[in-house]
Nanobody
Framework: QVQLVESGGGLVQAGGSLRLSCAAS????????MGWFRQAPGKEREFVAA????????YYADSVKGRFTISRDNAENPAYLQMNSLKSEDTAVYYC??????????????????WGQGTQVTVSS
């Protein structure tokens, strides 16, 4: 069974940092672009960041630019999200996703091929 498994979520005070990881299970994600998304209670899921397979290009939502950094190291650990200067409005369930086309992750993310189950991030003010 193909899976993406997120980890690293938790409770942190405003201004603090967390690092989320997305691990692959059941297949390699060689060649796949990766993205992070989040969904706060009562709100729609939204794009946070994406990275191409090469790692050479990254994309960010305006709300996280300068605070969050997406990265990757190999096909088995295809994505990380370093979150700094966290705010209460960053509280959400964070999901990683994979698709061969980074445009899908950026602009048509419901069509993304693979999704993880999510990890909760709670920022206390």
């Amino acid at each position: 069974q193909v899976q993406l498994v997120e980890s690293g979520g938790g409770l942190v005070q405003a201004g603090g940092s967390l690092r989320l990881s997305c691990a692959a299970s059941g297949r390699t994600f060689r060649g796949y672009a990766m993205g992070w998304f989040r969904q706060a209670p009562g709100k729609e899921r939204e794009f946070v960041a994406a990275i191409t397979w090469s790692g050479g290009t990254t994309y960010y939502a305006d709300s996280v630019k300068g605070r969050f950094t997406i990265s990757r190291d190999n096909a088995e650990n295809p994505a990380y999200l370093q979150m700094n200067s966290l705010k209460s409005e960053d509280t959400a369930v964070y999901y990683c996703a994979a698709d061969l086309d980074p445009f899908i992750l950026r602009s048509n993310w419901p069509r993304s091929r693979y999704w993880g189950q999510g990890t909760q991030v709670t920022v206390s003010s």
